[in-house]
């Protein structure tokens, strides 16, 4: 051991009152509490992720269907009544116009605000995930470094 190094631990054993091969089970014993709190953080950060980016997908999904709802709702308010009241072309209107109740009831009260919501969710998980990556790198390149 480097004479500087023994230095440093026996100052820091004495200031927590205990022995140098106590002081130096303890800093060993605590890389590897640390070490494993990242890499639980990090696993957890990567869930908080993905879920996430699914209720972005889902959120996004749920404006496209309420953007289509009300492109069908236009293109059946342009059919002229003589052609809409033929009994084919009504049946479809039906049809139509129960996928439109559908597509409103999946996309909820506000689709665009859902889609935001879930999008700067998304950024947040992300920078978090970022986050407690770089730790993860730091504390791999240098693992006497005790980050918590």
């Known amino acids: ?16 009152g205990r022995s140098l091969n106590s002081e130096l089970i303890s800093r060993l014993e605590q890389s590897f509490v640390t070490s494993n709190n990242i890499i639980t953080e990090s696993f957890l950060s990567r869930i908080e992720f993905d879920i996430a980016d699914k ?15 009300c492109g069908i709702a236009i293109a059946i308010s342009a059919i002229p009544k003589e052609i809409a009241s033929t009994p084919k072309v009504a049946n479809t209107i039906r049809d ?10 999946f996309s909820g009260d506000d689709p665009s605000a859902a889609a935001n919501k879930a999008h700067e969710r998304w950024l947040s998980a992300n920078e978090k995930l970022k986050d407690t ?6 504390r791999r390149k240098n693992p006497t470094t005790s980050s918590k």
């Open 96 to 105: 139509l116009e129960e996928s439109i109740a559908a597509a409103h009831e």
């Open 133 to 138: 990556a770089a730790r993860l790198e730091a």
């Open 55 to 69: 209720a972005t997908e889902l959120a996004n999904a749920k404006l496209l269907a309420a953007e289509l709802a």
């Open 1 to 16: 051991m480097q004479p500087e190094l023994k230095e440093q631990l026996e100052a820091a054993a004495r200031e927590s």
